[in-house]
């Protein structure tokens, strides 16, 4: 069973040649602040790594990590920490030389913020319990529903911004291994289940999507 979304070199449609993407992005990814700060240059990409660990930090201290959570996405001491502050800052960097014409997909495969994580048992997880100690809530999640309901809701702003599929955006089918945990948190010691999904992959020009997403993060509707 294969890990990695794979994509052809071109994908054809009746409208647009479309040319294998240059990078890939998950779609829960597109609209946390951090990736609208970082498709803006809002700020310095070490000025910006550097508060995304220490903000994450924070939120590990308040609602603690009885589920393992924090530990999978910043590791256990400041070595770990800092892998994941360059991690994130190559990603952010990378994002600022796209090109407007470059090709990204937009998949559930884990991409660059993925990457920074010293353990990251979560990014392939799906069905996995989180427990906010702080609040005493407690929720299942699943990431590729997650990736999916973003990307419907990208398309429903490329589409009410009059962008057309296959022309503007198009999507592909691909296939997408998910780690079940059956409910349990991603450190219960539980192996979880191996399982392939399909999953259709939106490919799209880095200025389209950048159109699509203005006025899409609070901070820039901020008065």
């Known amino acids: ?84 502050r360059r991690s994130r800052r190559r990603f952010i960097e990378k994002i600022l030389k796209l090109q407007d014409d470059d090709v990204i997909s937009l998949s559930p495969e884990p991409d660059g913020i993925c990457s920074g994580c010293p353990i990251g048992k979560h990014c392939r997880a799906d069905n996995f319990l ?5 609040s005493q809530e407690a929720e299942t999640i699943s990431n590729w529903h997650a990736d999916y309901r973003s990307l419907m809701k990208l398309t429903r702003r490329l589409l009410k911004a009059g962008f057309k599929e ?28 191996s399982v392939n999904i399909g999953f259709k992959a939106m490919l799209i020009e880095m200025g389209t999507l950048k159109k699509a997403l203005e006025g899409a993060y609070p901070w820039k509707n901020a008065s």
């Open 1 to 84: 069973m294969s890990a990695e979304v794979v994509f052809p070199e071109e994908h054809q449609t009746k409208e647009k040649v479309w040319s294998k993407p240059v990078m890939s992005i998950r779609p829960h990814h597109i609209f946390l602040n951090q990736f609208g700060y970082a498709i803006e240059g809002a700020y310095r990409p070490g000025y910006l790594a550097t508060s995304i660990v220490t903000d994450y930090n924070r939120k590990r201290k308040t609602e603690g990590d009885l589920d393992g959570y924090w530990k999978d996405i910043l590791g256990t001491g400041r070595k770990d920490l800092e892998k994941t």
């Open 166 to 193: 296959n022309e503007d955006f198009a999507f592909v089918d691909v296939e997408h291994e998910v780690l079940d945990y059956g409910g349990r948190t991603i450190n219960s010691g539980y192996k979880p289940v």
């Open 130 to 134: 989180v427990i906010n100690e702080g």
